[in-house]
């Protein structure tokens, strides 16, 4: 079976730094995008930030561009979403996702075929 598994979560202060890391199993790594996608209390859930590894394309949400980084590591079949600068607009349940979308459809949560559990961020002012 298809496994993601999202760690690295954590408390941090406001101007702070965390790495979220995806660690995926079970399917061939370069054919799919995985994205990070965020939910906070009643709220719905947002796309943050995808990679594609068929092609390298990434795709950032407006909020997060220029503070968020992420990226892939084939050999380890993990993506990273470097995230600085943080603020306690930030704070969430960061999900992993895979899923082989066309590029368009790819910040729909819809798109993603896959998903492991939540890591909680928690931003303090």
């Known amino acids: 079976d298809v496994q993601l598994q999202a760690s690295g979560g954590g408390l941090v202060q406001a101007g702070g730094s965390l790495r979220l890391s995806c660690t995926t199993s079970?399917?061939?790594?370069?054919?799919?995008?995985v994205g990070w996608f965020r939910q906070a209390p009643g709220k719905e859930r947002e796309g943050v930030s995808y990679?594609?590894?068929?092609?390298?394309?990434?795709w950032y949400v407006d909020s997060v561009k220029g503070r968020f980084t992420i990226s892939s590591d084939s050999a380890e079949n993990t993506v990273y979403l470097q995230m600085s600068t943080l603020k306690p607009e930030d704070t969430a349940v960061y999900y992993c996702?895979?899923?082989?979308?066309?590029?368009?459809?790819?910040?729909?949560?819809?798109?993603?075929?896959?998903w492991g559990r939540g890591t909680q961020v928690t931003v303090s002012s």
């Open positions: 079970a399917f061939t790594f370069n054919d799919y995008v």
């Open positions: 996702a895979a899923g082989q979308a066309i590029t368009s459809t790819l910040r729909l949560t819809s798109s993603y075929a896959y």
């Open positions: 990679i594609d590894n068929r092609d390298g394309a990434t």
